[in-house]
């Protein structure tokens, strides 16, 4: 990824493309239309609506860099290794894909189907059937459960799922969600789309994502430490106030939740309570680069083991065509072993690997980077689900703070929630709400826009 220099105002620009920025007024005393907080999809959405209707806008990111828990990463391998969001969902629809830019980012389709590791061979036909079948089954089960209540998920799982029961435990919840499916609202699982047809970009999501941000005006290394609604609104970083007329705050639900932005007045106790109800599940990649593809998979292969417990993970192999495979980690399990520190992970997914297909494995690793993102002050996890009974919480996340302040992120999106795509949508809405709201307009918050919903999913491919 590129560098961004944390002292000047720079262009938001694509990873590797990046033009030279156009000069930004600094924040000052003299107030602004909008000032977004937070340079992840939700916050460059709402930037670029901002910019396109001509009013004056800040935005302010923590991190040197634009993206957020969107980023590719060149440096460590050399190739784009993706070290939050890398499958790309609803590629027709999409506004990511949609807006891409026509030269120098290849969007491909992902392969659609999935393998399955049974000790130290492949799944046979037969049994590949009846794991997708316990899916299907057991996505099926979860849905009928949410029309009747917003349970936990894990209460709706099927009896009859035998020995397939922790693999389709694994893959809809830490590997979907982020977290386990006893800690998942079954009305917030049932409003996700089903997941199919999902692409890849060549150059990495984070670098499509940040070409997006081309031409923008961002102001890195700049943390909002406080927002004042006592008067207009004042965020408060370490470089000096910026007064502004209308605020969008982008960051993650687990941020809001730590307290490490102050507001005054306090939130609002619903916004605070759906904040904590919506956080962020764990995930994580262990990204290896193997010698010689002692795998034997194909470009962009996902496999799953059959497991019996909970110490599993997911691998998609030979990542766009390269050596580096990633090792996916999540839920409760994932979040254990990511606290135990890199040389762990990385232990982890060597060992899990030469268990599925040898010894011989931990020979080929050549290099090994993981990511931490329950560490990481700027984020505190990888995306939201809601905890059982609280699918209702992402509406209240829609409400306007004193009419003032919205909030929008990947949290606020009702159905593509833990998306990159969910988050973009969340941004543009948050930024027709301000624009209307600066022009003294009231008028009824958007429908989002979505795929059709589909009452029963088959197996879900990507996360
Ligand atoms: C490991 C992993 C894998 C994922 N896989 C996929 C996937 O395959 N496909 C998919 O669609 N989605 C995936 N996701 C989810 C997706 O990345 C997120 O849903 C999306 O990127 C969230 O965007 P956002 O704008 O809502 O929030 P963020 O990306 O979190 O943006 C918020 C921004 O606010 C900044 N910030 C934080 N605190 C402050 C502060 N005080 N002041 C100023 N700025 C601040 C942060 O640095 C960040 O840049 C994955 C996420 C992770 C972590």
Redesign the pocket.
Known sequence: MPRFSRRSFVAASAALLARPALAAPAPSAAEVDAVI?????????AARRIAAAGRRYVM????DR?????ITDTRTFGVPF????????FPASNPVTRLAPRGGLEIYPAPQSQKVRIGLRNAREGELEDFLSAQVRTTRAIADAARKGDTPCAQALPNDLGDWRPTVEFVLGPFFC?KDLAQVSAADFAHAPERRG?AFCRQG?GAL?ASLGTGLTVQLG????AIDLSSGIAVE?PKGTIAAHTAIV???TN?IASG??RFTPELPRRFADACNSLSLGS???IALELTGNPLGLESDDLVFEKSSNRQTGAILGNVSGTSLCLV?VAGTAGRELAAQGEAAMADFAANWLAKLYGAEVKKAVSRASV?R?NAD???L????AAAPGAQAARRVLLDPIHDAVWY?????HER?????????E??ERAAAAVLRRLSGVREPVPEEKHPPRKRERSHRR??
């Not at 993706?82 to 969902?89: K, S």
């Not at 700049?222 to 430490?225: E, H, L, T, W």
């Open positions: 907080i937070g340079a992840g999809a939700a916050g460059i959405a302010i990111e923590a991190g634009i993206g957020g828990r969107c993706d070290r939050g969001a890398h499958w790309i969902h982020g999902d999501f994502l700049m943390p909002a430490r970083t982008t960051v993650s941020v490490r932005i995930y994580d990649h996916e990511t993102w002050p700027r984020f996890g990888a995306m939201s929008a992120g990947e949290a606020a593509l929630w833990g998306t990159v795509g969910g988050a973009w969340s941004g990507g996360r």
